[in-house]
């Protein structure tokens, strides 16, 4: 889990309040949390088991529901358990600092858990004569990996910038009229440097030379990605495999063909 750390900030140290920080915060307390949930279930942590809920059948007044009753069956898996084990992992060693910093770290870490608690999703399955469904066991599940990320990035998207409170142990947004972040939302508190030029000290390669979209109006399109310096397309002959066919059994064939590819890269 430390080498994992060591990735996002061993070689370029953290400290600065940016959204890209507060990013990185968020999915990195997440990952603790997904890895140490998935590994519980599996039996693969020691300390901890799956979460084992009573069984109990969900039943409601008058004539039973097409889909039949339904019961807690199984392992489902245990959140809590890998949010104890994120927060064992990260939050302790901040407990005793209210400084701007650290709260805004702490708060990053808690946005990175819920975006997977709060998806937590129900997955059943169905057990009856001849394939009906007059039982269903059901169990919880978190949510795959990609989606939790892809939920985060939105919340990058829409990060609150925030300042001190006045009480000096929390933060307020900047500004009036800004709606206060609630706890799934990501904040930080200083304005992201520029990334356009490389910079060694921040660890950014600048964008130059970088494969841009050149129909894109968003953050990957050329407009923006090379920042106002303009970018060039070319076509560049690449294989790929076509026209494929299943041959029974088992096997694909493929043929090679050339494609021209249009490449658009930032100057």
Same mark, same amino acid.
């Given at each position: 889990?430390?080498?994992?750390?060591?990735? +996002?900030?061993?070689? +370029?140290?953290?400290?600065?309040?940016?959204? *890209?920080? @507060?990013?990185?915060?968020?999915?990195?307390?997440?990952?603790?949390?997904?890895?140490?949930?998935?590994?519980?279930?599996? @039996?693969?942590?020691? @300390?901890?088991?799956?979460?084992?809920?009573?069984? !109990?059948?969900? !039943?409601?007044?008058? #004539?039973?529901? #097409? &889909?039949? $009753?339904?019961?807690?069956?199984?392992?489902?898996?245990?959140? &809590?358990?890998?949010?104890?084990?994120?927060? $064992? +992992?990260? $939050?302790?060693?901040?407990?005793?600092?209210?400084?701007? =910093?650290?709260?805004? =770290?702490?708060?990053?870490?808690?946005?990175?858990?819920?975006?997977?608690?709060?998806?937590?999703?129900?997955?059943?399955?169905?057990?009856?004569?001849? @394939?009906?469904?007059?039982?269903?066991?059901?169990?919880?599940?978190?949510?795959?990996?990609?989606?939790?990320?892809?939920?985060?990035? *939105?919340?990058? $998207?829409?990060?609150?910038?925030?300042?001190?409170?006045?009480?000096?142990?929390?933060?307020?947004?900047?500004?009036?009229?800004?709606?206060?972040?609630?706890?799934?939302?990501?904040?930080?508190?200083? *304005?992201? #440097?520029?990334?356009?030029?490389?910079?060694?000290?921040?660890?950014? +390669?600048?964008?130059?030379?970088?494969?841009?979209?050149?129909?894109?109006?968003? *953050? &990957?399109?050329?407009?923006?990605?090379?920042?106002?310096?303009?970018?060039?397309?070319?076509?560049?002959?690449?294989?790929?495999?076509?026209?494929?066919?299943?041959?029974?059994?088992?096997?694909?064939?493929? =043929?090679?063909?050339?494609?021209?590819?249009?490449?658009?890269?930032?100057?």
């Amino acid at each position: 889990m430390r080498n994992l750390i060591k990735i +996002f900030y061993g070689k +370029f140290p953290v400290v600065t309040d940016t959204r *890209e920080t @507060g990013f990185v915060n968020a999915i990195i307390a997440a990952g603790i949390t997904f890895q140490v949930t998935r590994a519980c279930t599996k @039996g693969e942590q020691i @300390g901890c088991s799956c979460d084992k809920r009573k069984k !109990k059948k969900q !039943k409601k007044k008058g #004539p039973p529901l #097409p &889909e039949g $009753d339904w019961e807690w069956d199984g392992c489902g898996e245990n959140i &809590e358990f890998g949010i104890k084990k994120s927060k $064992d +992992f990260l $939050d302790t060693r901040y407990k005793k600092r209210s400084d701007m =910093k650290t709260l805004v =770290k702490l708060h990053n870490y808690v946005a990175g858990r819920l975006a997977i608690k709060n998806h937590m999703r129900t997955e059943c399955k169905c057990h009856g004569l001849s @394939g009906s469904c007059t039982l269903k066991t059901c169990t919880r599940k978190m949510p795959p990996f990609r989606e939790v990320g892809n939920r985060l990035k *939105e919340r990058f $998207d829409g990060a609150a910038k925030v300042i001190a409170g006045n009480d000096g142990q929390s933060f307020m947004p900047e500004g009036e009229t800004i709606k206060p972040p609630g706890k799934v939302d990501l904040v930080y508190s200083e *304005e992201s #440097p520029l990334f356009c030029l490389p910079n060694s000290t921040l660890g950014s +390669f600048g964008t130059q030379g970088r494969v841009c979209n050149d129909t894109s109006q968003g *953050e &990957e399109g050329c407009g923006i990605l090379c920042c106002g310096r303009g970018f060039d397309t070319h076509y560049k002959e690449v294989q790929t495999s076509c026209n494929c066919t299943f041959i029974y059994c088992c096997e694909v064939k493929c =043929k090679t063909c050339n494609i021209n590819m249009r490449i658009s890269t930032c100057l």
